[in-house]
């Protein structure tokens, strides 16, 4: 499966984006999809996960409440709506796949990347 994110950009802190991850081919409902985040000098790191069917999303504990992970699989994409955004929200935003059968939010068990997406938030 091939991933392409978008929809990064600049804005103030406080102010909202939505990112959006579209998949070719239609193997896409079969995976889990993971956005994660890498700032500058710092490792990538998991935002938000959401299973095949869409259920039971996970997030990580610095975007509950903020950030709200959900797909269409009619569409093959992935959103991620990211409300009240703060200064250290700044990364570059990825999303991946993975075919496992439980959600996860370890990078390493993502096999399927795509380019990354520019988030940059100004206090």
């Known amino acids: 499966v091939q991933l392409q994110a978008s929809g990064g950009g600049l804005v103030q802190a406080g102010a909202s984006l939505r990112l959006s991850c579209a998949a070719s081919?239609?193997?896409?409902?079969?995976?889990?999809i993971g956005w994660f985040r890498q700032a500058p000098g710092k490792e990538r790191e998991f935002v938000a996960a959401?299973?095949?069917?869409?259920?039971?999303?996970r997030y990580a504990d610095s975007v509950k409440g903020r950030f709200t992970i959900s797909r269409d699989n009619a569409k093959y994409t992935v959103y991620l709506q990211m409300n009240s955004l703060k200064p250290e929200d700044t990364a570059v935003y990825y999303c991946?796949?993975?075919?496992?059968?439980?959600?996860?939010?370890?990078?390493?068990?993502?096999?399927?990347w795509g380019q990354g997406t520019l988030v940059t938030v100004s206090s």
């Open positions: 959401i299973s095949t069917g869409g259920y039971t999303p």
């Open positions: 081919g239609r193997t896409f409902n079969r995976y889990n």
């Open positions: 991946a796949a993975d075919s496992a059968s439980i959600l996860r939010d370890n990078r390493n068990a993502y096999g399927y």
